[in-house]
């Protein structure tokens, strides 16, 4: 069947299967604002939009007078920026999608959009095409490839124009967005669009649905392509593909409809910043926690980083994505491919998530218990159960509780002054 260009239509328009089946993915935050790399990726509204002092103290002492924000683009050098590398690193963080922004808020596009003149990676800085370097070594590395791009620009002369008609006339939409989603789509063929800068227009503006209507019936990524909620200033957590419904969205019990939680390593930005403390940047406890209760909770995790302006994935950064990317090694059985369980967490603790495949259940407990006794109640054991831990090999003795569910005696671990690391998971077979 075709689809209308209309939500009722879009919206019943089943999504590919690799993406929640994929459950794990890096999020990439990159463009002109690396360049100053100081407060956030708005660094552009909050200086020029704003006028913040902190800002405006922030060019005043570093850069020479009248500097303007389009002096930052030629220093956007890119120079240390190696696609194969940063492939590797997500590949070895357990990722399974990677979303880079093409385009932020500050219409800088990281390719050579050709509605972008003189603005793009192309053109200054980099004198490449950042967003076909890193989508071949992704597709090299069997990584799916998400294209993040903001529908709106803060100072574009037009976007101005159309906002000052309350909407009324689409110069912008029809001279600069859709040509640019239209070439993003042809050129790059992303499995992923993940749309933002929605929340001024109305859909009548931004003609979202006569744009995924081609996607979904026309495109050359008709059957595969997965796009998120992002599309109009009501459409969040109501249209689209599967819902963000906000930054690090946390809903608290099972959603009905596919969903992507979005975080940030760096707890205050997602651009890199020269500023950040080790206080700002997230542990591997609890960005592991963080995983785990999304995807207990039939969600995906996408996870931040902000590249330096030459392309350098601060070390920091790369020690997070590593550090995930081992438990995954161990743990990774229990969260790709998982579905949500009949009960997503033990009731009387956030510590411990289930998350299941076909007749097996996984029970991921996040803080070790003290006696090495784990307490389940919400299973229910039969003569035949069988419980194993994910990396220890042998089977786990477990006996009744005396209320319901199981006792199980985890293996011995070694005293030690620091807590053990967290997440651990223990698989239950024939449990129901």
């Not at 570093?62 to 690193?89: C, E, G, I, M, N």
Request: charge should be negative; aromatic fraction near 16%; glycine fraction near 6%.
């Amino acid at each position: 069947p075709r689809y209308r260009p209309d939500w009722a239509s879009l919206d019943a328009r089943p999504l590919p299967s690799w993406f929640d089946r994929a459950k794990v993915g890096v999020f990439v935050h990159w463009g002109v604002f690396s360049v100053p790399a100081w407060g956030s990726e708005w660094f552009w509204w909050h200086w020029q939009g704003e006028h913040r002092a902190d800002y405006e103290r922030f060019v005043q002492r570093r850069y020479p007078p009248d500097t303007t924000y389009a002096d930052f683009a030629p220093r956007f050098t890119a120079h240390d920026f190696q696609p194969r590398q940063w492939a590797q690193l997500f590949q070895r963080a357990g990722a399974r999608y990677v979303v880079l922004t093409t385009k932020h808020h500050e219409g800088f596009t990281n390719w050579g959009s050709p509605v972008s003149w003189n603005w793009n990676s192309l053109d200054t800085g980099p004198h490449r095409d950042l967003v076909g370097e890193l989508g071949q070594a992704l597709r090299e590395s069997d990584i799916h490839y998400g294209l993040y791009h903001s529908l709106y620009e803060w100072f574009h002369p037009l976007y101005l124009a159309d906002k000052e008609s309350g909407f009324k006339t689409q110069n912008f939409v029809l001279k600069k967005t859709m040509p640019e989603l239209y070439d993003l789509v042809l050129k790059y063929k992303p499995d992923l669009i993940w749309s933002d800068g929605d929340w001024e227009a109305p859909e009548s503006y931004w003609n979202s649905t006569s744009f995924l209507a081609w996607l979904y019936n026309d495109s050359p990524v008709k059957d595969t392509v997965v796009v998120n909620d992002r599309w109009c200033n009501n459409c969040s957590c109501h249209h689209g593909g599967y819902y963000n419904c906000a930054d690090k969205y946390k809903p608290g019990t099972l959603p009905p409809h596919k969903w992507e939680m979005c975080s940030s390593i760096d707890k205050l930005s997602w651009g890199y910043r020269s500023n950040m403390n080790i206080a700002d940047v997230m542990d591997e406890a609890s960005i592991i926690e963080e995983l785990v209760q999304t995807v207990s909770f039939g969600g995906n995790y996408l996870l931040n980083v902000g590249p330096t302006k030459e392309g350098v994935i601060v070390p920091i950064f790369q020690e997070r994505l590593l550090a995930l990317g081992r438990w995954l090694d161990t743990n990774g059985e229990a969260i790709y491919e998982s579905k949500p369980w009949r009960v997503q967490l033990e009731n009387s603790t956030d510590t411990v998530w289930y998350t299941s495949k076909g007749p097996v259940v996984y029970a991921i407990f996040l803080i070790w218990p003290q006696d090495n006794v784990l307490e389940l109640s919400s299973p229910t054991p039969s003569p035949a159960t069988q419980v194993t831990m994910l990396g220890f090999a042998g089977t786990l003795k477990w006996q009744k509780s005396p209320d319901k569910g199981l006792l199980i005696t985890l293996p011995y671990m070694l005293p030690s002054p620091l807590p053990p690391q967290s997440g651990w998971t223990v698989k239950l077979e024939r449990v129901k």
